[in-house]
């Protein structure tokens, strides 16, 4: 029955397979997919280096807390950052009374409700609180950041790219796709999926925001620092996971050298294959 | 069960003789995985993947339970409940990358395991059963994942989920009703979430519950080995412990390396980044792909791009992709050469490394790449082969094929010569 069925099945497989086959390079070859300024001036992220980069990287705190300092003078108008809590800033170096100072001073407040007497009011945020979410009325949605660097590929550079890519639409693309104008209310940005995005050009000149340490607070700094910081936003266990995972290699590779060796061992007196 | 020589099970103490009496629990672990199983002597590494895979599994029910007391399977707090765990649970992080990179390690050591089987003909009789089971916990196992890979909730959970069970939609007349019973509504919501997370927890249990069968199967005719010969005595076995304890030891630490390497140092890398975007039924990703084990299995679902005849492409789709797993059942009986192992078998061999492993290798790579041109031919042309493969081909060619002579028994493979051949070659030498 097998035999007398299965190359049946086999051939019907196949054939279809062929119909679809031949379908298919007819079309690609009478009316091949149309070249688009997407696929043509889209651009992977520029090759950037940051501290936390490889197994031995390691958070730079000065520059995650300039970073901070970007994300709340200027990210912050627009995108939120709800997995991360007030008191998650702790780790980027900043003390307790810092923390608590930077809970207090946020601008957008924590609403309360009273439940007695139906009051809707704020309270200043504490470090339990989670940073809050901003409610954005303009044109578009401005993606929450806690994990953008690990919502798009090769996020660090990405965020990076994008801050620091903005410039005049090429007149080569306008020539090649005349109908790929950036629309009125865009930015044009090659770093970006679609080439055209709602975000003007957030940090556009230097000294926008006054670093405190006395960085040279230059666009491509600033820029470096926020995607630094964001880095951390997405996952700041990193260090903790690469320090474990030296540990945990080291003690692997031991105990993987004492069975190797238990194995000729135990194998000694007998020849396998 | 077993060989006449195989080592017989003796208390060493009171108690265990008290337990061996009430309850053999401790005779039946002797003669399963200790030295009461005798095992062919030649096996190679490639044995290994079976031991492997029982570890991924355990190593996946534990994690797997940790990380269900901090998750919350609702449609509204799944995603940030997946970030709970990534933030603020003790070692959170470190439990669900291990989970995550489990599902990868699980598939990986169990395609070596059937890749095993593909070329030393593992499911011959007798041991087809052994072969079934096996094909059934990887159906099992490809439900869990898919199932596990929704419940962060993330856009690629919610648009796989979305693809994969408008799949059953393209059953004719039942297939849209059957999908919304499915899912409980028109899309993946709170009720799929709910039961997706539900099946997710059970279906374990029943792989290793099928394990535990699949392993039964396999004492009964002992394991296959290298040479495809089957065991005749004594010299030809070993003991499975020490033996292969020790081997199996060496191979799980290698594996552990090379598992926490990605664990601890790469976590997200065999993921892809829209699943960290929270699920948006309004925005559409702009390539929907799934996990990279079912890449090989998506491409031939791709593969179909025009109706044929009445039956519409994308059913045509749904079963070849089913089809292309179901195939595997049958493969004791497509493959009739009563050789076992490919190193015997020149023809098999050729169309295995040369057209088998390479059109696999193909689907792999465009079930992951974006659907266009020229991925869609290609895919088209190496799930082709794949079929013709398994339904055509093999048949022909165990067959026709004229194999190379085997050695007379797994001692005179492994030394060179075997005493007892002698004997039998020339009975009146002795």
Not at chain 1, 89 to 102: C, M, N, P, R, T
Not at chain 2, 23 to 35: C, D, E, K, W
Not at chain 2, 107 to 123: K, M
């Amino acid at each position: 029955m097998v035999r007398l069925f299965g190359p049946l099945v086999g051939l019907f497989f196949a054939v279809a397979l062929l119909w679809s086959f031949g379908n298919g390079a007819y079309t690609a070859i009478k009316e091949p997919a149309p070249a688009t300024a997407e696929h043509e001036f889209h651009l992977h992220p520029k090759d950037v280096k940051f501290a936390s980069d490889g197994p031995f990287g390691k958070f730079d705190k000065q520059q995650l807390q300039r970073g901070f300092q970007v994300y709340k003078e200027v990210c912050s108008t627009c995108h939120s950052m709800r997995h991360v809590a007030f008191r998650d800033l702790a780790e980027l170096g900043y003390s307790e009374a810092e923390v608590k100072a930077i809970a207090k001073q946020w601008g957008t407040k924590q609403p309360t409700f009273d439940e007695k007497t139906g009051e809707r009011g704020e309270r200043d945020n504490i470090p339990s609180d989670y940073i809050p979410v901003v409610y954005y009325a303009g044109q578009g949605v401005p993606p929450d950041l806690s994990l953008i660097t690990k919502a798009r590929h090769n996020g660090g550079a990405y965020v990076y790219s994008l801050l620091t890519g903005y410039q005049e639409q090429p007149a080569e693309l306008l020539k090649k796709f005349p109908d790929a104008k950036t629309p009125d209310g865009l930015y044009y940005n090659p770093y970006f999926a679609n080439l055209n995005l709602a975000m003007p050009q957030p940090i556009a000149s230097d000294d926008q925001v006054a670093y405190a340490d006395g960085t040279k607070a230059t666009v491509d700094q600033m820029s470096k620092d926020v995607a630094a910081f964001l880095i951390w936003a997405a996952e700041p266990k990193q260090d903790k996971r690469k320090q474990t995972g030296w540990a945990v290699l080291g003690f692997l590779l031991a105990a993987t050298v004492l069975a190797y060796l238990a194995k000729k061992n135990v194998w000694a007196d007998k020849k396998a294959a | 069960m077993s060989f006449a020589w195989a080592n017989e099970y003796k208390p060493s103490n009171g108690l265990m003789q008290w337990l061996d009496e009430k309850l053999p629990l401790p005779r039946f672990v002797y003669n399963a995985v200790g030295a009461g199983y005798p095992v062919p002597r030649n096996l190679n590494y490639m044995w290994n993947f079976g031991v492997l895979a029982g570890f991924c599994l355990v190593l996946q029910i534990v994690t797997g339970v940790i990380l269900a007391m901090h998750y919350a399977p609702n449609a509204l707090v799944a995603f940030d409940s997946t970030e709970h765990i990534m933030r603020d649970v003790n070692w959170g992080w470190m439990l669900r990358y291990a989970h995550a990179n489990g599902a990868s390690a699980f598939f990986v050591v169990v395609y070596l395991h059937i890749f095993r089987g593909f070329f030393y003909s593992s499911y011959k009789a007798p041991r087809e059963m052994i072969w079934l089971l096996g094909v059934v916990i990887f159906l099992l196992m490809m439900a869990t994942a898919f199932m596990g890979y929704v419940l962060p909730w993330g856009q690629m959970s919610f648009w796989g989920a979305k693809v994969i069970t408008g799949l059953f939609g393209a059953i004719p007349v039942v297939g849209e009703p059957l999908q919304v019973w499915l899912l409980g509504g028109f899309a993946p919501d709170n009720a799929a979430l709910n039961r997706f997370f539900s099946l997710h927890f059970l279906l374990p249990f029943v792989i290793a519950g099928v394990i535990i069968l699949h392993i039964w199967a396999l004492h009964i005719p002992g394991s296959s080995n290298p040479t495809g010969v089957e065991v005749k005595q004594e010299s030809d076995t070993v003991p499975f412990h020490p033996y292969y304890t020790a081997k199996d030891g060496f191979g799980l630490g290698v594996f552990l390396l090379i598992y926490c390497a990605v664990l601890f140092f790469a976590p997200n890398a065999l993921g892809h980044p829209d699943n960290y975007i929270p699920a948006n039924p309004l925005s559409t990703p702009a390539h929907i792909v799934p996990e990279w084990y079912f890449w090989p299995f998506y491409a031939i679902l791709r593969a179909f791009t025009y109706d044929f005849f009445f039956i519409p492409a994308k059913l045509m789709g749904v079963l070849a992709m089913f089809g292309a797993i179901l195939v595997w059942f049958f493969l004791p009986w497509l493959d009739t050469s009563p050789v076992r192992s490919g190193h015997y078998r020149p023809l098999f061999r050729k169309f295995f490394w040369f057209g088998l492993i390479p059109a696999m290798a193909v689907l792999f790579y465009c079930g992951g790449a974006p659907a266009q041109e020229p991925y869609v031919m290609l895919s088209q042309l190496a799930s082709l082969y794949y079929f013709a493969h398994f339904l055509i081909i093999l048949p022909i060619v165990s067959s026709i094929e004229k194999p190379e002579p085997l050695p007379f028994s797994i001692t005179e493979a492994v030394l060179g010569k075997d005493e007892s051949a002698v004997l039998n070659a020339n009975p009146a030498a002795a």
